[in-house]
């Protein structure tokens, strides 16, 4: 997406988003934009907190706890469209057990505005800022038709990433590339320096992949657009079972479009 993430190993990206055009995010609920959907271009110093040490408190980790081993109070989720990613099994993977949970903002918000607000991040999302500028991101997805789920990605019970899991064949990403029914896209970030630059975001994203596939059959891709500058992100895909299938001409930034089939997952 914008710049390439300074670091060179290929899962250090904490942020890969962005639907096909930048307006904001869509009345439907879908995402909207290349790379970055910009709030306050706050820098990640004056007036924003560290978010480098993140530190999750006790009570969210344990409202998070008890609703994974309870399915109380889940998010109400749209399911005609991508399902309810909050009812999938958790995928077992060489980092953790990692599962993906719908986005609850009374619970949540605090959490992804100061990941948004970590530098690194910003740099992508562009959505640096107070919790509103988040807000105001996730609200169109939360009271949409369910063509986008903001999620969180938990890995052995702590909150550690945010994903984005959409229909790309509804999203406006479907103007620049050909489509096909129930192709899903996915946009993510690494929430905690601890998590980056070890190998952990190219098995999460081979494991949600993998989640999308096991749990929606009528897909038969997943897909992805990082920013062709962005190599670190795109060695990340390839070594999670993608591949490079064209360059793609959004409206702020040239892509690489990345397709994970169904039918070679077993060979990538």
């Known amino acids: 997406m914008p710049p390439a993430e300074p670091s060179a190993e290929p899962d250090a990206v904490p942020a890969d988003h962005g639907s096909a055009e930048r307006s904001g995010t869509e009345p439907s609920g879908t995402e909207s934009s290349g790379s970055s959907a910009d ?17 999750l408190t006790e009570e969210l980790l344990a409202l998070i706890a008890g609703e994974r081993g309870t399915g109380a109070a889940r998010t109400q989720v749209t399911h005609e469209l991508l399902g309810d990613p909050g009812t999938w099994p958790p995928a077992l993977t060489a980092a953790g057990e990692f599962a993906l949970l719908p986005v609850r903002p009374e619970r949540d918000l605090a959490v992804v505005s100061r990941w948004m607000n970590d530098p690194a991040v910003a740099a992508f999302w562009e959505l640096s800022g107070p919790e509103s500028v988040t807000a105001d991101h996730l609200r169109p997805q939360l009271e949409g038709d369910g063509r986008s789920i903001p999620c969180l990605g938990v890995l052995d019970g702590t909150p550690m990433s945010y994903w ?18 129930h192709d899903t896209g996915v946009h993510l970030l690494i929430g905690g320096v601890n998590n980056r630059g070890r190998g952990v975001g190219t098995t999460l994203l081979r494991a949600v992949a993998d989640l999308v596939l096991d749990n929606l059959p009528r897909c038969g891709r997943v897909v992805a657009e990082p920013d062709l500058r962005n190599t670190p992100s795109v060695s990340a895909f390839l070594s999670a079972g993608f591949r490079f299938s064209a360059e793609v001409d959004l409206p702020d930034k040239r892509a690489a479009l990345m397709i994970r089939d169904r039918t070679y997952r077993a060979q990538l």
């Open 39 to 55: 709030g306050d271009t706050t820098d990640g110093g004056a007036g924003v907190e560290d978010t480098l040490d993140l530190e």
């Open 164 to 181: 984005e899991i959409y229909r790309a064949d509804l999203d406006p990403l479907a103007r620049h590339y050909p489509a096909r029914p």
